[in-house]
């Protein structure tokens, strides 16, 4: 075991088929990522970031090695029961924002809560709080194509946290964007993790992206090292 | 109801190929349809056959004539009710090139004929009328209309099979029992026939073309065939006897080929339909693998995912299918009218109704199928490094 943290990765291998080719991504990585910690992810294209994001967050799994995010070994589930764990304890934020075109900003950041009990007034009051905290209050009825990447990339933020999860994983979440977008959305990631305790796993290949993590560890040719 | 919203938005995303989509599988249901009812009409006649009623023709062959004086032969026999028989006079009416003119006329006993097919819905003063001058005739409804004919109008035609110019009297218009029944055929008194054949062509008087039999029990139908049969085996005109439906069954299976051609394209229509909904669901769901590896990211379970692809493809298929559905009616009827007598009872039947509706939803169940696996089958992973 890596640790007692909120994230524990321990001893995790993982490879891909490409046609003939067996690719192997990452060989028995161990991380640990303590409650209420901001950790950027770094390393070269093809580095298995972005694999080893995907196994914390609990949308691949290992070959090897075990996942426990908040004490619950996620390798474990079934993937009906995956499914309903990522509803409720993680949010995604991706490097392409991924809303749904034909969505409003107000649906978009409604979807994850489509899965809940929540009354329709409650889920309402639930969206447009997750829109004030990332600033489009004002563009709540815009679709996607009416809207800047950096507001599209905000409302994906408040899409991911609509659920309150505790847990954020972020691939990659200024890498389409200017550089003063970049601030805004690293600013409120940055907020999300101050104010609201969210332990955030981030992906980039942006060092001042980066700068706004507690820690950084570089992933290359398999091999975890803090930066 | 988020489930439909996102349908019908995604169903909206490309207007120009949604709307393809539906027009064509609107034109391969109305297709489906009409072709479907073309094959239903063909063999009306059957379906509306009379399960006490048999026909005596001749052994060798339909055209040729049985003697008269078989009639009293067959009223003998114990199971027999009554009796009565017609005889095909053909003729032209105007212009002979056109369908519209080309309507069956037969030479029928005024007197028992329509005791036998109460099917045909006429007045008793029309009847009388008919009954008591010897040039009356009697037509259908549909062809009253069509060519303006009223009671007293003199209709005349040349005879082909009885040559010379023969008028006749209109004096009864019938209507069918119901939609099944033609109201295209034209009656008039056999002894007219008879009288006029007797003077020119004497050889030939004294013949009808059918006759038909009204049973007491449907159950001695096969004896009454048989004794019928062997009362006039030795006879110089030897008769085959058969019930109502299998003597209809015959002049249908005269068309079997066209029938069949028909009944296998409705079929590769069924397939068109499957391909055109398959090729819009496919793309679709290919240029949404990302889309739904982020709802599968979020939550989202099987259903879900199964639900979005099938909705469209149903949504498609229905909109599509109830369209076709609503036009094959007019196209339908603008042929019925069109061809009045070609097909007498051309009416658009609840199974080819309940059938068009089953190949539309099939399709759509079967469009989504490939698609819908493809997209189960693609780890939210990979389906969120696609490039949309």
């Known amino acids: ?227 | 109801m988020f489930i439909f919203r996102l349908i019908l938005k995604n169903a909206l995303r490309h207007k120009l190929r949604t709307f393809l989509t539906i027009l064509g599988i609107c034109i391969a249901v109305t297709a489906f349809g009409f072709l479907r009812t073309i094959v239903t009409a063909w063999s009306a006649g059957v379906e509306m056959s009379s399960v006490t009623r048999m026909i005596t023709r001749h052994k060798v062959s339909f055209i040729m004539p049985l003697p008269k004086s078989y009639r009293e032969k067959i009223q003998t026999i114990a199971d027999v009710d009554q009796v009565t028989y017609a005889n095909w006079f053909g003729g032209l009416y105007k212009d002979p090139n056109d369908w519209k003119n080309f309507f069956p006329r037969m030479a029928v006993d005024p007197e028992t004929y329509f005791d036998i097919y109460p099917e045909f819905v006429l007045s008793e003063k029309e009847l009388a009328d008919f009954r008591k001058e010897r040039n009356a005739c009697i037509v259908g409804t549909k062809i009253a209309k069509e060519h303006g004919f009223k009671i007293g109008d003199i209709v005349s035609m040349d005879g082909d099979i009885y040559p010379g110019k023969w008028d006749f009297v209109v004096r009864g218009i019938y209507k069918g029992k119901d939609e099944t029944w033609d109201e295209t055929q034209m009656l008039f008194q056999w002894d007219y026939l008879n009288e006029r054949i007797t003077q020119q062509q004497p050889t030939r008087q004294g013949n009808v073309g059918w006759y038909v039999l009204r049973v007491k029990d449907q159950n001695a139908m096969p004896a009454v065939a048989r004794e019928v049969d062997e009362l006039f085996s030795n006879s110089r005109a030897g008769t085959k006897t058969e019930t109502e439906k299998e003597f209809q069954q015959s002049f249908v299976s005269m068309s079997s080929a066209i029938i069949t051609s028909l009944e296998a394209i409705s079929y590769i229509i069924i397939g068109i339909i499957l391909l055109i909904l398959a090729n819009t669901i496919a793309m679709a769901a290919r240029e949404r693998t990302r889309e739904y590896a982020v709802l599968k990211t979020l939550g989202f379970s099987s259903v879900h995912i199964v639900g979005l692809i099938a909705g469209e493809s149903l949504l498609l298929a229905c909109l599509g299918g109830a369209l076709g559905l609503v036009l094959t009616f007019p196209i339908s009827a603008g042929f019925a009218k069109l061809f009045p007598t070609f097909f007498p009872i051309f009416n658009v039947e609840d199974i080819t109704i309940i059938l068009a509706v089953s190949v539309a939803l099939l399709a759509g169940i079967i469009a989504a199928t490939f698609p819908t696996s493809a997209t189960l089958r693609t780890k939210i992973a990979d389906g969120l490094r696609q490039i949309g």
Do not use: C
């Not at chain 1, 995010?69 to 009906?80: F, M, P, T």
């Not at chain 1, 009354?119 to 563009?139: C, F, I, Q, Y």
């Open chain 1, 1 to 227: 075991m890596a640790g007692n943290g909120f994230v524990q990765v321990d001893k995790v291998s993982k490879s891909y088929q490409r046609d003939a080719i067996k690719v192997e991504v990452l060989t028995n990585i161990s991380l640990t990522v303590p409650e209420g910690e901001f950790l950027a992810l770094m390393g070269p294209s093809g580095s298995g970031k972005t694999t080893l994001l995907n196994l914390i967050a609990g949308i691949d799994r290992p070959d090897q090695g075990s996942v426990v995010v908040n004490k619950v070994d996620i390798d474990g589930l079934g993937e009906s029961a995956l499914a309903k764990w990522r509803a409720n304890n993680v949010g995604f934020i991706f490097q392409f924002y991924n809303l749904m075109p034909v969505l409003t900003a107000y649906e978009n950041v409604e979807l994850p809560l489509l899965l809940t009990r929540l009354s329709k007034k409650e889920k309402m009051e639930h969206v447009e709080t997750a829109l004030k905290l990332v600033g489009l209050a004002d563009r709540i009825h815009h679709y996607p194509r009416q809207l800047s990447g950096g507001q599209e990339q905000r409302v994906a933020i408040a899409r991911a946290l609509v659920t309150d999860p505790a847990l954020i994983v972020a691939d990659e979440p200024t890498g389409d964007l200017d550089k003063v977008s970049a601030e805004e959305i690293m600013t409120l990631l940055e907020r999300l993790n101050k104010e609201f305790k969210k332990t955030i796993v981030m992906v980039t290949h942006d060092p001042r992206a980066a700068e706004k993590a507690h820690k950084v560890m570089h992933l290359d040719k398999g091999e975890l090292t803090k930066g």
